[in-house]
């Protein structure tokens, strides 16, 4: 490993902490209020106004500042993955909210962290910045598509909204690697929709919060944050694998969404209870 890839993975870790640990500090901001955060201008000044979810808004901007720095120096795959780590501190934190862990939900975590394992093991070299028009102009798409999508947040539960957080966290992630020197109109653009994607994906996230319970909100945010960025660098941003580590990234990238979608899928017990599937 080399020192760029030291200092982005020591990067990426502790952005995985900040987020696991504010994920829970964000569904208590949002729970405490009386109405759910519908509308996103309306979310946006609330939360500029709530002390609470300020402090957790700061939070995420020196996570997502780590999180940049690991983009630059890893395989987005890498970067993802290990941010995905955030997962499990967010399952243990979520204790704190009365949130009662069962094997089942245990298990999930295992199999989500098994997968980031075999990701970090095999990952390659990062890719180049990408600076061109198409690029900027797919990231503009990508948002205007997310604001498109939440029109139909009222029929939807937790586990969908994270779904779409994490599609717009995947596009904020993406964006990054159009951020560099020179600075041209492509750059300008890319670096606009790494705020846009990060406020919608926010607010979506804490619908998904208000909804349902702090975990089965995040795996499937997790994954869409990890799997969505792992295809778009190495097919079109030139991540590289380690050589004849393929199948394991593959693996990786299976387990991962494989414990994500079944821990979106169990019942956080109450005390004296057992987790059960929904």
């Not at 106004?49 to 939070?59: E, F, N, Q, S, Y």
């Not at 095999?122 to 600076?131: I, K, M, P, R």
């Not at 717009?168 to 020179?182: D, H």
Request: net charge positive; proline share 4%; with cysteine.
């Amino acid at each position: 490993m080399t020192e760029a890839q030291a200092v982005g993975l020591t990067a990426a870790l502790l952005a995985a902490v900040i987020f696991g640990a504010v994920a829970v500090a964000q569904a208590h901001a949002v729970r405490r209020v009386d109405d759910a955060p519908d509308d996103l201008a309306h979310f946006v000044v609330r939360s500029v106004r709530d002390p609470l979810m300020l402090l957790v808004l700061l939070a995420y901007v020196a996570g997502f500042v780590l999180h940049a720095v690991s983009i630059w120096l890893l395989p987005l795959y890498l970067a993802q993955a290990v941010i995905a780590l955030s997962l499990p501190v967010t399952a243990l934190t979520s204790l704190r909210l009365d949130e009662r862990l069962g094997r089942a939900h245990w298990v999930a975590v295992a199999l989500v962290s098994v997968g980031l394992v075999l990701l970090a093991v095999g990952s390659g070299s990062a890719g180049s910045v990408v600076t061109d028009r198409v690029f900027a102009g797919c990231l503009v798409v990508g948002v205007v598509t997310l604001l498109a999508a939440s029109f139909g947040r009222h029929r939807w539960g937790g586990a969908t909204l994270g779904t779409l957080a994490g599609l717009g966290y995947a596009g904020s992630a993406i964006a990054v690697r159009g951020v560099g020197t020179p600075v041209h109109p492509a750059v300008v653009v890319a670096a606009l929709t790494i705020p846009a994607f990060g406020w919608v994906a926010f607010w979506l996230y804490s619908l998904g919060l208000n909804a349902t319970a702090v975990s089965s909100a995040t795996a499937p945010m997790i994954v869409l944050q990890t799997f969505v960025p792992a295809v778009v660098g190495v097919v079109l941003l030139g991540d590289g694998v380690r050589p004849g580590w393929a199948p394991a990234i593959a693996a990786g990238l299976a387990l991962s969404t494989l414990g994500a979608a079944w821990l979106s899928r169990v019942r956080l017990r109450s005390p004296g209870a057992s987790a059960t599937a929904s």
